[in-house]
Structure formats: C-alpha cells, structure tokens
C-alpha cells in the first residue's frame, strides 16, 4: 500500500522537494506525497508542487485564529488521506487540535542541534555562539517550538571562514539526507518511543 | 621556555591525568604541570598528583567566601608562576576576581555539545532528551555556568542501546583527546577572539 504524505510550507521549500526527489528515487519506498499545503500566498514551494504534478493548495492564514485555521489544514489533509504530516519551513506552531488529529504523524526538520538554538537563524546564532559543531534534528511535533522526540540528527563542523551562507548550505545538505531517512523510518514504524527518546525496533 | 600550568579539581580528575600524560608525551609541547590544587579533602586527583611528582595542595572552600577561597588559589597559582590554569572536574564558579587574574587564560571541559545541557550530569540530561549526538566542550571561563568562548568541541553520536555510562565512556575518549589539543592551541597564542567566536590565526 502506498504510503501517503503531506507536507506543509510556507516559502521555498526545499525539504519538501528533497522529500519529492526520494520518493521519485525510490529512497522513501512506497509512498508519494499527495498534497503540499502553504499557509502564504505565492509561496515558491506551490508552484513547484504544481511543476511536479502534486496537488497544491494556498490556505492563507493571516487573520484566522490559530485553530480556525488548522481546521482548514487538517480538513484538506484527511481529505487527501494523509498518513503522515511533513513540516518544510513551515512558520507556523500547530494547535493541540491540529497534534492530536496526527498523533506522533507529524515531523519538523530544524537546521540545528537541538535543544541548542531553537527558532529562527539558527545558523547564525551558532555562529555567533562560536559553535564548533551545527547539524540539524528531525523531530516529532508538538504544540511548542522546536519541541518533541527527535528521530534523528546530523551533526557537521563549523569551520574558521564559515559564514551564514556556507554553514547553512553544509547543514542543507544533512537535512535533505535525514529527513528522508526520518520518514522512512516513521512510515516503516521501526521505532518506539520511551520518554522523549525515540529508538529502532526491528518489527 | 617550558609553560607553567595549573590544575583544579574536586575529585578524581581524569582530565588532569590525560593532561600529564599528553605533557609526557610530548603533545602538549614544552609544558609542564606544576601544581594541583584541589578545594577538597580526600579528592583522589591530589594523590594521583604527587605519585607523578607533581606538587599538589588542598585548599579547602568550605566555609569560606567565594572570593576569600579564590584568592588563596590565585595566590598559589601565582606563587607557581602558573601561566594557564585548566579545570578537571573542578566543582566551583570562579569569581570575578579569579578571572580577572587570568584573562583568556583559564580553561575548562564539559560533557557536552554546549550550549546543549550545561550544569550537572550532561550525559543523563542529553540521554533523557532523546539527543541522537552527545559531545564535549573546551572553553575559556567566566564568572558563568559553562559559558565563556569555545575553543574546540567533539560530537560522538548517541547509540539506541547507550546508557550513561557507556555513552559517558565514549565522550570521556573525546575529552582527553580535545583537551590537550586545546591547551596546546592556546599556549601557542595561535588564536584569536571576536564576539564570542575562537578562531585560529598563523602567528
């Protein structure tokens, strides 16, 4: 049975078409991603959907209470029977509504070590930590920022003539690889979850 | 000129032990250890100390006044012609006087991929996250809790089957191995800082 994904934007994109790229490759086995979602009008990311023949949606949020507008959101994923929730640069907390419709069937990437710099440029702020090493997290969502089990991690190392630009294109690079490997690994459910620590089993 | 270093610590001191033996070996070029002081009674550290024919001195802090007891050490770190002073397990936040005494020339180590988990128990704290990557931190010191510019780090990646002790165990490898490193970066004066960020430089 094919596996179905949607994923949630609200700009470029990239994640989501490296999680395009694997499914086509056949890195995500089983599975296509059946609708993108962007909560802004002219996001990038909807017109590449639409290049890839993904049906795409622009359900603008400004002005719609929190909940209210993952109503919509939601609606429009079940319609689409998604099975699993992909975030890709999506500015936006979900309400406790929005979590509990997709019990632990919602993941994030966030291009740094968490629980170490949390929220917006997080690259720049490693660089102006002195960071030695960055990486990125793919985690389960919950309400809170940046929160929830991680399922995976990549760590790469910040070097003297590093900037913004160079780092985050190095840590890029890891989010594309991990997050495919995430969902492969949430959509297999080769995985348990004790506390906040998320392992692999083998069934 | 052979540089002069001082060690603290409250206990057993595995770093100052991986220190002495990189000044043995020669990785630590042109150094010597020459006085351990312990602010503890019975820290095994102080034995190990003077079986290497290293000087080693209690001083206790009990009772004393965070400055009253800093100035005692500086005193005997001074009296030592101590150059760089590096922290093993060193349970106690220096104050602004001890730092004052030694700009940029006061080290420590910490368990962990800062600023990710400081203070006490960094592998139980990273274990119970859920983190997938684990490490340490070599850092100048300030008046703060495991803050202070970093000088290097090392990323050790957490394993599903890891508890503390063993993933404590593999850190602990990375710790000796940075540490040395990083003294033999700054007694070689091969550095700069801007911000909070550690650079190295040629000259």
Redesign the interface.
């Known amino acids: 049975m094919t596996k179905r994904l949607g994923v949630l934007l609200s700009g470029r994109g990239s994640n989501f078409e490296a999680l395009a790229d694997s499914v086509d490759a056949g890195r995500i086995p089983d599975a296509e991603i059946s609708v993108v979602v962007s909560n802004r009008e002219g996001a990038p990311g909807i017109e590449r959907a639409r290049a890839r023949n993904i049906a795409a949606r622009v359900i603008p949020s400004k002005g719609l209470e929190r909940e209210a507008f993952d109503r919509q959101v939601v609606a429009l994923l079940q319609e689409h029977r998604v099975e699993l929730v992909c975030l890709a640069g999506y500015m936006r907390l979900l309400s406790p509504y929005f979590v509990a419709a997709f019990p632990n069937r919602i993941l994030n990437i966030h291009p740094s070590?968490?629980?170490?710099?949390p929220g917006l440029e997080s690259q720049k702020q490693a660089?102006?930590?002195?960071?030695?090493?960055a990486?990125c997290?793919v985690h389960f969502v919950d309400e809170n920022l940046d929160a929830g089990?991680?399922i995976?991690?990549?760590?790469v190392p910040v070097r003297?003539d590093d900037t913004e630009a160079s780092l985050s294109q190095r840590i890029l690079r890891e989010e594309h690889r991990i997050y495919s490997e995430a969902v492969t690994l949430v959509l297999a459910g080769k995985f348990k979850i004790t506390?906040?620590?998320?392992?692999?089993t083998e069934t």
């Open positions: 070590l968490l629980p170490a710099f660089l102006e930590y002195g960071a030695k090493f990486g997290t089990p991680i995976l991690q990549a760590a003297d506390g906040r620590r998320v392992t692999r």
